[in-house]
């Protein structure tokens, strides 16, 4: 069953540090999501993408993150500058429309010390 | 706005027992309405959702959930529990594709931690 890939399953920066977090959406999907789950709490959404621009963004999403779809393939997260509030797991995920039931991957775990 | 409430943020229940996981939601109109199961260490993982017609759906692993629309509910239920149903699982909401929203984003609830006794 094809399913959402996400890279790296954790990682650990240092504050102030530039993160990527890749993923690798369902292949015949057209929108893509990141959403975030910091310990203990929600998951909230933090942005969806289609037609290679944003088209929706949640208030977490400042000015510190963008995402990129750079090849037809991957989809990825740029946290530019990372605070120890970034600290949470990523959640990629994409579907085949908007409205369209969502698939999640299996997350990235950010850590920032 | 939407929202949704999990009761219960812990729920033990003995191996073979019945599972009753309960959330409501807040919403304008009905909602597309999902649980998803996330196990120790992975990911979300979708286990049935409620788009349109027969109100009572069937998921994955045993479990089933009804939309009642009068009570604005869709509990999530398994007739017996199994040592390996031991998750965290979540409900959520989006807006119908129909209804006109600019936004389909999910909504979650804050999740239901299951623990299965032996």
């Known amino acids: 069953e094809p399913e959402v890939t996400q890279t790296p399953s954790h990682q650990v920066t240092q504050m102030g540090q530039e993160v990527i977090l890749r993923c690798v959406p369902i292949s015949n999907h057209l929108y893509f999501y990141w959403y975030r789950q910091i310990l203990g709490q929600k998951v909230e959404f933090l942005v969806s993408f289609y037609n290679n621009e944003i088209s929706e963004k949640s208030e977490i999403f400042d000015d510190q993150f963008s995402v990129e779809r750079p090849d037809g393939s991957n989809f990825t997260l740029k946290i530019r500058s990372t605070k120890l509030e970034d600290s949470a797991m990523y959640f990629c995920?994409?579907?085949?429309?908007?409205?369209?039931?969502?698939?999640f991957g299996e997350g990235s775990w950010l850590t920032v010390v | 706005a939407q929202s949704v409430t999990q009761l219960g943020s812990h729920v033990s229940v003995s191996e073979g027992a019945l599972v009753l996981l309960r959330c409501n939601y807040s919403?304008?109109?009905?909602?597309?309405l999902f649980w998803y199961v996330q196990y120790p260490n992975q990911g979300l993982q979708l286990l049935l959702k409620?788009?349109?017609?027969?109100?009572l759906v069937k998921g994955i692993n045993g479990f089933e959930a009804e939309f009642k629309k009068s009570e604005t509910s869709f509990h999530l239920t398994k007739p017996s529990a199994h040592m390996s149903d031991a998750a965290e699982y979540f409900c959520?909401?989006?807006?119908?594709?129909?209804?006109?929203?600019?936004?389909?984003?999910?909504?979650f609830g804050k999740g239901t931690k299951l623990s299965v006794i032996p």
């Open positions: 959520a909401v989006s807006p119908r594709r129909d209804s006109g929203a600019g936004s389909y984003q999910l909504t």
């Open positions: 995920a994409s579907s085949k429309a908007s409205g369209n039931t969502i698939y």
């Open positions: 919403s304008s109109v009905p909602p597309y």
């Open positions: 409620y788009t349109t017609g027969a109100t």
